[in-house]
């Protein structure tokens, strides 16, 4: 099986397209800015959401379904998320489409059916869900309210990319209701920690963890908490927010209680979400020029097994011994996949494996079999070795693990020798362009140089740190005084 990759160190973006493709992970589809998601690519989602979901249930949060459509007026009732998301809106206007008299065969729109109001296709689902919250909570003991949703969303993106990009997307999305701010911002906070578990011990990705500036924010919220990922070509990756919304739903949605004094409040809202987008994450964290390397956590097959072969009969006795070895595997609860195929060639099914990105392979022969052991390949390193098959099952469950911990330190270099701090604006547009990665800045805080320094460079704001040090200096492009750094990026 021929990979024919493009080299990440020639083109960066040709790489990502190419092996998002050939890995089968999802392909374009016959609908403009839409994406097919294939088996394989949907079997990493499926473990994904999964795991996620386990998180959310732990952390006491329901799941529930609401519509896709949003009718215009409730859309537009918070102002601020409608101007937000307004120029990326798909709007249903008819609802029956007719036999076209003049082209026989083609169908037209139906002028007698348009709606009475038109219908937006939700770019994400605070208004249809605030308007329903309002029947649900009327005292303080139907708080706080803890739901999610597991749902596609559409937004009309002019420039798609599979995964990162595109005009459908899959996604959660939390929205809860609590009874007091310090509540709605402690859901806030704990929503971004999850995100960061997940991301550094489910993806090994190590992520920053922050809040946005005031122009970076959702449209519509108070606060807006981030985790911000680095990838290989050293341009960021938003890979999770959690949004404290203060009142400002509750209010245009009038979703009010009456609290333990007996008074009427309203509710104080957050909502947090990731999409597919994760997945875009995954492929360019750690993948090579061989193809995918998925961290252990996440890979639909965890183990590969290889039989090589010259006759039916040593098949047989390579088969008895594999199934053996693979209920012994799965009792562990290691995923593994036995790969007799008669159709292609062992060098064929290590190439395929390898541009899969599977973990750990294992090949089996005669000699193998006479022996009493397994040539081991890692995925990861690319290194092979001869196991005896007594006590293997251990041997891969620490491997495995080992995997996991390597794609994460691997990532965590990467990206802390990617965190520069520069003092001026010259030395932050030279290693912008030289380097990449994550700058620690001084910034005055103003909206007005956020904007001029994201015209100049393309560069932005990806969040101020919650770690950050109070550290007294002037802005590196207005020289005015600044409270501590803020990390800059390009970004995906």
Request: include cysteine; charge should be negative.
């Amino acid at each position: 099986m021929s990979k024919n990759l493009t080299k990440r160190a020639e083109d960066y973006s040709k790489w990502y397209n190419e092996l998002v493709v050939k890995a089968d992970l999802a392909e374009n589809s016959g609908v403009r800015g839409c994406m097919v998601i294939k088996p394989y690519g949907y079997a990493i989602w499926e473990k994904m959401q999964a795991q996620l979901d386990k998180m959310f249930k732990e952390t006491g949060h329901s799941n529930a379904y609401f519509p896709l459509f949003v009718p215009k007026s409730m859309f537009e009732a918070e102002e601020k998320n409608a101007e937000g998301f307004a120029k990326e809106c798909a709007i249903v206007t008819h609802y029956r489409l007719k036999n076209d008299p003049d082209h026989k065969g083609k169908l037209m729109v139906d002028p007698n059916a348009k709606l009475e109001e038109e219908l937006i296709v939700r770019p994400t689902s605070e208004a249809i869900i605030w308007s329903t919250y309002k029947n649900w909570v009327q005292s303080y003991r139907d708080l706080p309210l803890l739901i999610n949703q597991w749902a596609n969303v559409v937004r009309w993106e002019m420039r798609t990319r599979l995964f990162l990009r595109t005009a459908e997307f899959l996604w959660q999305e939390g929205h809860t209701a609590h009874a007091t701010e310090r509540e709605a911002i402690e859901e806030s906070v704990k929503m971004m920690n999850v995100y960061a578990d997940f991301a550094e011990n489910f993806m090994a990705i190590p992520v920053v963890k922050g809040v946005k500036t005031e122009s970076e924010r959702f449209a519509g919220a108070v606060e807006t908490y981030c985790i911000e990922a680095l990838m290989q070509d050293g341009k960021a990756l938003q890979a999770g927010t959690s949004h404290f919304l203060g009142q400002n739903f509750a209010k245009a949605f009038e979703v009010k209680f009456a609290n333990q004094e007996g008074k009427q409040d309203y509710v104080w809202g957050t909502s947090w979400g990731v999409s597919t987008r994760l997945m875009g994450a995954l492929v360019m964290t750690h993948s090579d020029d061989n193809g995918l390397v998925l961290p252990p956590n996440l890979a639909p097959i965890q183990v590969v097994i290889v039989p090589i072969y010259k006759t039916d009969e040593q098949l047989e006795a390579i088969s008895t011994e594999v199934e053996k070895l693979m209920i012994e595997l799965r009792k562990f609860g290691i995923s593994v996949k036995f790969d007799a195929r008669t159709t292609h060639k062992p060098g064929f099914k290590f190439n395929e494996y390898e541009l899969k990105g599977v973990p750990v392979r294992l090949a089996i022969g005669p000699n193998d079999l006479e022996n009493g052991t397994y040539e081991v390949a890692r995925r990861d390193t690319l290194s092979k070795e001869i196991v005896s098959n007594e006590g293997i099952v251990s041997y891969i469950s620490n491997l495995l693990e080992e995997i996991q911990n390597n794609l994460f330190e691997k990532a965590l270099a990467y990206r802390d020798s990617h965190v520069t701090e520069v003092n001026s604006f010259e030395e932050f547009k030279n290693l912008l362009d030289t380097k990449g990665g994550f700058f620690a800045a001084h910034w005055d805080g103003t909206a007005e140089t956020e904007e001029k320094i994201k015209e100049l460079t393309k560069a932005t704001i990806r969040c101020i740190p919650l770690d950050r040090a109070n550290e007294a200096g002037v802005c590196m492009f207005s020289g005015k005084p600044s409270a501590g750094r803020v990390l800059f990026a390009k970004a995906y």
